[in-house]
């Protein structure tokens, strides 16, 4: 098997999620799917773009979709939700024969020529697949009992994500049980995690942060999985801030779903940025006999 | 309590709002879906479904001042569980763009965060993380923003000293200015 795409890794892959982004490359690597990075991509414009305005926020991201026809990549991938979005969402204003010059007319540069976008999850489980996933692992995860946490915009709006049950979400599920995990039935998949609202409203992250690490706990779980480094970034970095705020003491590690498969490949510790997380996995990881 | 004046709807806002967001909100039936799934509604001080229903009435002033409109995270629960597949969170979006266009910012450290957000993406084509934490505290006077979270983040050396520099970032402030200048231009024609 043989993939090849774009990459757009995003900005906080080289800073606060920096180990998504080292796993990510490191599985897909693993996995025969080649990801070449955008040359000189730039920032979509993430949350507070959109917010501003949206064809400022479209102009943004479409300097990367058509950087990368450029460089010959059709087909870009991302493992940021947050980015995938604003990227998705571009593609659709530039497909539009009416909005498209309101694009242009901001980026200074035709946009005709555009790769499309999907998340990187996507990838692997439409292209690879779970049976290539289960006949890959040389490490299950048996023992480890995870649960799954989406966010709110991997699948969502449906219209635009088209991947995936948009309130009960799989795909992550299903690559965890390919790779020998057991997975908790988690019924917060998709709810809020008080995104990019850490630094200005704290309250917003400690209630509802709060909720999903209530949840996590009284499943039982003993690592939650992330597709998103917003989401992993509340739960993890801030999980002492949200302990403080509501008088709990959870001590649950949060991994992103490529640092779990990319062990159950065979990858070291080291290999899939582990000791970036805050929150430490390894005793757990070890007592599962993982590592 | 407040009431608000049900024989003067603002009708150009209304209007303002269909066009700007490509949403029929006269189609809202106020269902009240949108409200029990998003998760903000505690923070709220206006349920995203009054928020629509204050849109259909003309209220502008009522739903520009509002807090909700800068709590919303666009977390798409709304859209995705609205029976007559109305963009909710695009509509909250077009109300944030009308609120700052007025000049109206309830939520200030909201707004805070983006523009510094926005201005580190401007200045470095990328975002830089210290810089935007430190152009937060600069605009806020909130000093103590996250310093509790130095111990655990120091030592897993992700943050960047420096910014990531991309060769063209001139192209990505010049769609910022572009940006501007197309507003500008628009007040005043």
Partial sequence: ?291 | METIPLNSPDKEFIREVQERSGQNVLSCYQCGNCTAGCPYNFAYDLSVSRIMRLVQLGQREAVLKSHSIWLCATCQSCTTRCPNSIDVAKIMDVLRHMAREAGYATERNVKAFGDAFLESVEKHGRVYELGVTASYIRKTGRFWTDVDLAPAMLPKNKLSIKPHEVRGKEHVSAIFKRFRERDTAKENS
């Fill in chain 1, 1 to 291: 098997m043989s993939i090849s795409v774009g990459y757009y890794p995003g900005c906080s892959g080289s800073g606060t999620s920096v180990e998504y982004d080292k796993s990510t490359r490191a599985v897909c690597k693993k996995l025969g799917i080649e990801l070449n990075e955008i040359d000189d991509w730039s920032c979509c414009g993430s949350t507070p773009a959109h917010t501003v305005d949206h064809t400022l926020s479209a102009a943004l991201s479409a300097r990367n979709l058509v950087l990368a026809a450029k460089q010959g990549q059709e087909e870009v991938v991302t493992p940021c939700p947050s980015c995938l979005a604003n990227l998705r969402t571009a593609s659709r204003k530039i497909e539009d024969e009416n909005y498209r010059p309101k694009v242009e007319a901001l980026l200074d540069e035709p946009c005709d020529e555009a790769a499309s976008v999907a998340s990187t999850l996507q990838l692997i489980v439409e292209r690879v697949g779970m049976d290539a996933i289960k006949k890959a692992v040389v490490k299950p995860l048996k023992d480890l009992n995870v649960a799954c946490y989406y966010g709110c915009i991997m699948n969502r709006p449906p219209e635009l994500m088209q991947f995936d049950d948009p309130e009960n979400p799989m795909a992550m599920d299903d690559i965890m049980e390919a790779c020998g995990a057991t997975v908790l039935p988690f019924p917060l998949k998709v709810e809020c995690c008080g995104a990019a609202a850490g630094m200005p409203k704290k309250n917003i992250v400690a209630e509802l942060s709060g909720r999903l690490l209530d949840v996590a706990e009284s499943l039982n779980t003993e690592i939650i999985v992330t597709a998103c480094p917003l989401c992993q970034m509340n739960l993890d970095l801030r999980q002492g801030q949200v302990n403080r705020a509501n008088g709990t003491r959870y001590d649950i590690p949060v991994v992103y779903f490529t640092q779990l498969l990319g062990l159950a490949l065979g990858l070291s510790a080291e290999e899939v940025g582990l000791s970036k997380l805050v929150v430490d996995p390894t005793p757990r990881l070890r007592f599962a006999g993982v590592l």
